[in-house]
């Protein structure tokens, strides 16, 4: 048993996920590495994307949720110019409209119409459930379906470099190299379809990478090969205060929180989702959050 917890610290691991693994690869190669079953993910991957990836050891699946709720970053290449089935370029093009000629003016305009609070219609690829089925297996059985629009937020959506490329089958196109910073919940690739959509070309999208969960940044993130050597695992206390407002409590209040009792909570955590609460010594013990002016424990650490 002390063996098993030697090999296996809760807290989070940074990974950075290689394309072609879907984020259920991922989670089964780190039960491996770390010798345990309880390893979760905050938050999808699609397989052709690579980037950060959220995983939860041990307790720290208990975080998961949590984060699954914060903004994440991208960097992307949208091709303008053709459609897929799958807004993406792992699905087969179904329009090739061509894109040489585009104004950036033109795509800045629109660009900024998908720039803030809006009303996205995700990728009906997606693992979005339609009557308890999900999306990508309704579109994989031919079926047809709408999927209704849902707000996300997209906070900073900028081009940074405009080419003019020819696609395989000989197709003027245009890739916009863009940075993202957007809600949970946001399809990429759905801005991409809509881009090409508004600007009358079509589009899709090429190469995604995560740079940003929450706090978690591509700067921390390891390889599947690097983790295989050695397992580099984020402690809980410290993965939860860079998460999550701190709130810092004497030895009674702690225990009491731990236990469940819904003491009063300071106004300046009022609305700020969870909170972590460390005791006197320093440790993580409980995540909260407020509820008509008391602490409502979510998930405890000790």
């Not at 179904?94 to 950036?104: I, K, Q, V």
């Not at 731990?258 to 013990?285: H, I, T």
Request: proline share 4%.
């Amino acid at each position: 048993m002390s063996e098993q917890k030697t090999r296996t610290p809760d807290g989070l691991v940074i990974v950075d996920k290689p394309s072609g693994f879907t984020s259920h690869d991922v989670v089964a190669k780190m039960r491996g590495i770390a010798r345990t079953r309880r390893v979760g993910h905050a938050g999808t991957l699609d397989p052709m994307a690579t980037g950060v990836l959220v995983l939860g050891v041990e307790r720290a699946t208990k975080l998961l949720g949590h984060l699954a709720l914060t903004e994440k970053e991208y960097l992307g290449t949208i091709r303008l110019g053709q459609d897929t089935v799958t807004d993406d370029a792992e699905g087969e093009i179904t329009s090739s409209a061509g894109a040489h000629g585009l104004a950036r003016g033109a795509v800045d305009a629109e660009i900024a119409k998908l720039t803030g609070d809006i009303m996205q219609v995700p990728s009906k690829v997606s693992a979005i459930k339609i009557d308890g089925k999900r999306s990508y297996k309704r579109a994989r059985e031919g079926e047809e379906f709408e999927i209704p629009a849902r707000p996300v937020t997209v906070s900073s959506f900028l081009v940074h470099d405009l080419r003019e490329a020819t696609a395989e089958d000989g197709t003027p196109v245009v890739d916009l190299v863009v940075s993202v910073v957007c809600s949970s919940g946001t399809y990429i690739r759905a801005l991409a379809r809509d881009i090409g959509a508004a600007l009358g070309t079509g589009g899709h999208l090429t190469a995604l990478r995560r740079t940003r969960v929450g706090p978690y940044r591509l700067a921390e993130a390891h390889s599947l090969e690097a983790l295989q050597e050695e397992l580099t695992v984020m402690p809980v206390a410290k993965a939860a205060e860079a998460a999550f407002p701190r709130w810092n409590v004497d030895a009674r209040r702690g225990e009491l929180l731990v236990n469940g009792v819904r003491l009063d909570m300071p106004e300046q955590y009022a609305g700020r989702g969870a909170v972590a609460v460390f005791g006197p010594d320093g440790r993580f013990l409980v995540l909260v959050e407020e509820s008509k002016g008391k602490a409502k424990s979510l998930a405890v650490f000790v």
